[in-house]
């Protein structure tokens, strides 16, 4: 039986990671989990998305995955090293991909980073690019009105850019010329996201760089699936199925050479 990398998010955020490691890793069969009867995660106190982030890593355990990623910039912030010092497998985070990616990037050494409050509040990208790049400036700004836009299917809308357009305004005046989307949602809202911020700014996704370090990972420990095996992609959600099911085909349709499979997890909230 194919080992699967276990990828997880308090909802559909994590697709954006999913859909980069399905395209550089066609061959790998991937397990993703969406806590969307509990995100967003952002306004949460860290003890509970640790709670959460755990819950959900024992759900996953139970599939034998050999690698786990937690494609959640909240959880990444206050949940990674627990569980890397309970597991024996490679376990990742976005933080310090995303981080790397804008140290690449910017030519000024001034960075902007969006993400919800629990990631903002953490200063975990701040501290992920100066320990890289002490000099680095950054700004942050929590955008706590984007994660819903993207749960409910709504990204595409009127209404997502003009909250996007209102949410991103303290930055505008900002001299950055690189964008961390430092939550997994934000890649779904890149369209206006672009609409609002200056041509000259890059926008950056954790996305890129996290699948890059999945495939590093894999390929050093010798655990990469091989060319000929084709994989079955198992996707579960906490809350509504539904509007799970269609955000997810809808996002990786291209991607999607194996079968999608749906459940409505039983609930152990």
């Not at 993703?32 to 106190?45: E, H, K, L, M, N």
């Amino acid at each position: 039986m194919q080992q699967a990398i276990a990828i997880l998010d308090s909802g559909v955020g994590g697709l954006t990671v999913v859909k980069e490691v399905m395209r550089q890793l066609p061959q790998e069969k991937i397990i993703y989990f969406g806590d969307t009867a509990r995100t967003p995660y952002g306004p949460r106190d860290a003890e509970e998305v640790k709670l959460f982030t755990n819950q959900i890593v024992d759900y996953l355990i139970q599939f034998q995955p050999k690698m786990i990623v937690i494609a959640c910039n909240t959880a990444t912030a206050v949940a990674l090293d627990d569980i890397r010092n309970r597991l024996d497998i490679p376990v990742l985070g976005v933080i310090s991909p995303g981080a790397r990616a804008a140290i690449k990037s910017t030519r000024s050494g001034i960075v902007g980073v969006i993400g919800t409050d629990g990631t903002i509040r953490s200063n975990a990208y701040e501290q992920a690019l100066k320990t890289i790049s002490p000099t680095i400036q950054v700004h942050s700004l929590a955008c706590p009105q984007l994660v819903p836009l993207v749960e409910q299917g709504i990204y595409n809308s009127t209404e997502a850019l003009e909250t996007v357009r209102e949410s991103l305004s303290p930055l505008l005046n900002k001299p950055i010329d690189c964008l961390i989307l430092g939550c997994t949602h934000y890649p779904f809202l890149t369209q206006a996201i672009k609409e609002v911020v200056s041509p000259d700014v890059t926008l950056l996704s954790s996305a890129d760089e996290t699948a890059r370090e999945v495939s590093t990972i894999l390929y050093h420990q010798g655990m990469l699936a091989s060319a000929d095996e084709v994989p079955v992609h198992q996707f579960f959600c906490s809350g509504d199925a539904e509007i799970f099911h269609k955000i997810t085909e809808s996002w990786l349709h291209e991607q999607l050479s194996g079968m999608l499979v749906v459940w409505q997890v039983p609930t152990f909230i």
